[in-house]
């Protein structure tokens, strides 16, 4: 039998669970997650966009809805595919490394928090 | 937590167009052209029923399996020749412990982190947060804020043979104990006796070690304590469910 160059198999499913319980332990801690995104968006804009704003976050809450609100950096199309739907990348973190400061995000897993 | 998540976000890039994100499982998505809205996102989670349920979970009913995953962790970066891995994702851990306001737990950790990478062996980095976050951890929602690691309960040799006895048998499966006390932290057994002191006592556990094996020697070490000792993160690992609502009624009654 020769040895041959295998490609490691994910449980997409099993990742995703133990990720959320081993993360977040509990619902304060997720929704605290998405805040710092909202966070980061915000100081993400104040770093690239050439605008002056005045960042605001609003989290609201009705009965069986979560609203938080931001008015940072937003996505485009291709950032939403790059970062948002891809567990481990964060935008945050490539900023980090260029020397960006105030920021709260790091291993791209704040948004897997709301999964279910 | 959410049955669905919706995004609904315009970019500063391209701030004439808007798109929504929605997924229902957190394993498949949208992407969709939406109506116009100013730069900025909106996150909308929309909520399962059992949601209030599961905000009222304490915290702590995570640490245990919380921990056993990460020590999982370790053993599988240690098996891999990792040598400061272990001791940054504990530290980690260790500040997520405190987050939830777990914060016997979080200190529980970074004495791991002590014991993967002795003083002499440590980077800079991994000094510098267990200094940092030492005196966050050791506070605690139990009177144990100026808790101290202790060996003895008191100074009379005859009232810690059971305390010794408990750490003798533990060790002989490899697990260590560690003991933790304060002279606030009394407990009143009876109404009309003066309170006796309590301790509070981490074990760590070698993954090779069964939990039925610990529990086991638990029950007969301690059996003819004064009052009886509590490890319901054991009982409750294991599906004791009749001796776990034992100890929780106990707990409850000298308010654990």
């Keep these: ?116 | 937590m959410s049955d669905r998540v919706e995004v609904w976000t315009c970019s500063y890039q391209a701030p004439e167009v808007a798109h929504r994100f929605i997924s229902r499982s957190g394993e498949t998505y949208t992407v969709e052209p939406a109506e116009p809205r100013p730069i900025g996102t909106q996150l909308r989670l929309i909520l399962p029923p059992s949601f209030p349920a599961i905000c009222e979970r304490a915290a702590e009913r995570n640490d245990f399996a919380l921990g056993q995953t990460l020590r999982k962790l370790f053993t599988t970066l240690r098996d891999h020749g990792a040598l400061y891995e272990q001791a940054e994702i504990g530290v980690a851990a260790a500040k997520l412990a405190r987050a939830r306001g777990s914060t016997v737990v979080s200190a529980m950790y970074l004495e791991e982190v002590e014991a993967i990478v002795p003083q002499p062996r440590q980077p800079k980095r991994i000094t510098e947060a267990l200094q940092t976050q030492r005196p966050l951890s050791r506070g605690s929602a139990m009177p144990l804020a100026e808790a101290e690691l202790i060996d003895a309960l008191t100074d009379d040799p005859e009232r810690n043979l059971e305390l010794q006895e408990l750490r003798a048998a533990l060790r002989e499966l490899g697990v260590v104990l560690s003991v933790r006390s304060s002279e606030e932290y009394q407990i009143e057994l009876d109404d009309d006796e003066s309170p006796v002191r309590g301790i509070y006592a981490f074990l760590a556990v070698p993954g090779e070690v069964e939990t039925a094996a610990v529990l086991s020697c638990l029950q007969s070490a301690t059996a003819n304590w004064l009052a009886p000792v509590t490890y319901r993160g054991l009982l409750k690992a294991l599906g004791m469910a009749d001796a776990l609502a034992r100890q929780e009624q106990w707990a409850d009654r000298v308010r654990l």
Excluded: W
């Design chain 1, 1 to 116: 039998m020769t040895a041959s160059l295998q490609k490691t198999k994910v449980d997409f499913a099993g990742l995703m669970r133990v990720l959320g319980e081993a993360l977040y332990s509990t619902p304060h801690v997720a929704i605290r997650e998405l805040v710092q995104n909202a966070y980061d968006s915000c100081t993400r804009r104040a770093l690239e966009a050439a605008d002056r704003f005045e960042p605001a976050i609003a989290v609201t809450v009705a009965p069986g809805v979560l609203t938080i609100t931001d008015n940072g950096a937003g996505l485009t199309a291709e950032e939403i595919h790059s970062y948002l739907a891809t567990v481990g990348a964060g935008y945050t973190r490539a900023l980090r490394e260029q020397g960006a400061k105030g920021l709260i995000g790091y291993f791209g897993l704040g948004f897997l928090s709301r999964s279910p």
